[in-house]
């Protein structure tokens, strides 16, 4: 089984610190400007809400990419492609070469900085039909694109 490249937790970092500063921020604008003053006073004081969201968030921040790095795990096989994810909810996917569809090489921009990537699978089915492996670095994602391109070609003849 392999892990993900360790710069994923940093990106997984940043992309949470962002998220609960902006969720702490409207909840901040809701306190100081909708709610009006003299109602939210009378049980806690203005921003106190935003600020306990803003605490929970770094709290998050720090745990979540740990964990979430700790148990992400993938395996290539002969084929098909095993994966095991979650924190609280072990999700064991596989995705058997004779049913993928096509597949990308996917950086968002923090990820480019760090150079990874993620595999994005996308099989035949409905529900749940795409799969992705984050944290790879780009060469690494873009050789088991080529390869596994290779495998289902091989499959379909």
């Known amino acids: 089984m392999y892990s993900l490249d360790p710069s994923i937790k940093t990106i997984w970092t940043i ?13 901040g604008f809701i306190e100081f400007f909708i709610i009006p003053g003299n109602v939210n006073s009378w049980f ?3 921003g106190f809400f935003s600020l ?3 605490f929970i968030g770094i709290l998050l921040t720090i745990i979540i990419p740990i964990l979430k790095y700790r148990f992400w ?13 979650g924190i609280f909810t072990r999700i064991k996917t596989i995705a058997p070469y004779r ?13 480019r ?4 990537g993620k595999l994005v699978i996308y099989t ?3 529900r749940g039909a795409d799969v992705i492996i984050p944290g790879l670095p780009i060469e690494y994602a873009e050789d088991l694109r080529d390869k596994l391109k290779v495998q289902t070609y091989e499959d379909a003849i």
């Open 73 to 85: 795990k993938f395996e290539v096989r002969e084929d098909e492609i095993y994966i095991e994810r």
């Open 52 to 54: 306990v969201l803003f």
């Open 44 to 46: 806690f004081p203005k």
């Open 124 to 126: 035949a089915g409905t």
């Open 15 to 27: 992309a949470i610190f962002i998220r609960f500063l902006i969720y702490s921020s409207i909840i």
């Open 99 to 111: 049913r993928i569809q096509h597949l990308d090489v996917q950086q968002s921009i923090l990820e």
């Open 113 to 116: 900085f760090a150079h990874l």
